[in-house]
């Protein structure tokens, strides 16, 4: 009995610890917060281009046996053109889950932030002449940009660009074509004679979705190349994007084919 009484002093006396609490997104962001966080994201957008762009260009991606459409090719964004949503009217929400909403026609974006965290979550589409465009990513900054902008890049995260075209034959399902960047241990490096523009460096990786119920094809975020950057010669009048490690050996997501070694040299000058 003595024991009996002796379990339950101890136990009622051991302290328990609290629940941990999940972070919690920002729920009283001001249009002015939410439209410079935006703006944010679409300043690292020129990167975000750059790498996905020169990668599927010059590493022969696709130039094989069953290509992307060439229409969906032919959408990419460039770094002289990424396309940008414009922030006109008010944002709504937040809703349950923290997410802002702003709707135009036949568009929207979608962010949610966590300044404990300094993450940013956002997803946008936009549908024109039957193909919708989208974008969706997962940001960790180097600084809190509902505070701070100015100088403000991500330190890591990932960044999806993908497009949807209807299936001829079933118009409930829709072919995709989309690539992931994710990203780590990133800097900036800014280029003096190019207005200052700064080109995200660090370890990335290149992820390709490809969609296809016509042609039968159905590839889920396969990893195409891994691999390192960084800029020589930011201060001249042409700086070089150096990237360099291993990539998908013919650039077919529907191969498995192994993979090679490679280094791309990107003059930079040439493209912004």
């Known amino acids: 009995m003595l024991v009996i009484f002796l379990l339950f002093f101890v136990s009622g006396c051991v302290k ?31 990167s975000f281009g750059l790498y996905t762009i020169a990668l599927s260009a010059n590493l022969g991606f696709f130039s094989v046996s069953k290509p992307v459409p060439s229409n969906l090719i032919e959408k990419l964004p460039t770094a002289k053109s990424v396309d940008k949503l414009t922030i006109e009217a008010n944002w709504q929400g937040p809703d349950a889950d923290g997410w802002y909403t702003q709707t ?3 568009s929207y974006v979608k962010v949610r932030y966590y300044s404990s965290l300094k993450k940013l979550e956002f997803k946008s589409e936009s549908t024109v002449g039957g193909v ?13 940009i509902r505070v701070e902008t100015e100088g403000a890049y991500p330190v890591s995260g990932s960044v999806s660009l993908y497009y949807f075209t209807p299936f001829e034959n079933d118009p409930n399902k829709m072919n995709k074509f989309g690539f992931t960047l994710s990203f780590s241990n990133v ?6 004679q190019f207005n200052n523009i700064g080109i995200l460096t660090g370890n990335m ?7 296809n119920y016509d042609s039968n094809i159905n590839v889920n975020n396969k990893l195409m190349a891994s691999f390192t950057s960084q800029v020589q010669g930011a201060d001249s009048d042409d700086p070089v994007l150096v990237m360099s490690g291993s990539k998908d050996k013919d650039g077919d997501p529907t191969t498995d084919d192994g993979d090679d070694n490679f280094e791309l040299n990107l003059h930079l000058a040439d493209v912004l």
């Open 16 to 46: 328990q610890n609290p629940p941990t609490q999940e972070p919690q997104p920002d729920k009283d962001l001001s249009n002015d917060d939410l439209n410079n966080i935006w703006e944010t994201v679409e300043n690292n957008g020129t």
């Open 104 to 106: 135009s026609d036949n």
């Open 132 to 144: 919708t465009t989208g974008e969706s990513g997962s940001l960790i900054f180097n600084k809190n």
């Open 187 to 192: 800097g900036i490096t800014y280029l003096s």
């Open 205 to 211: 990786s290149l992820y390709v979705t490809l969609i």
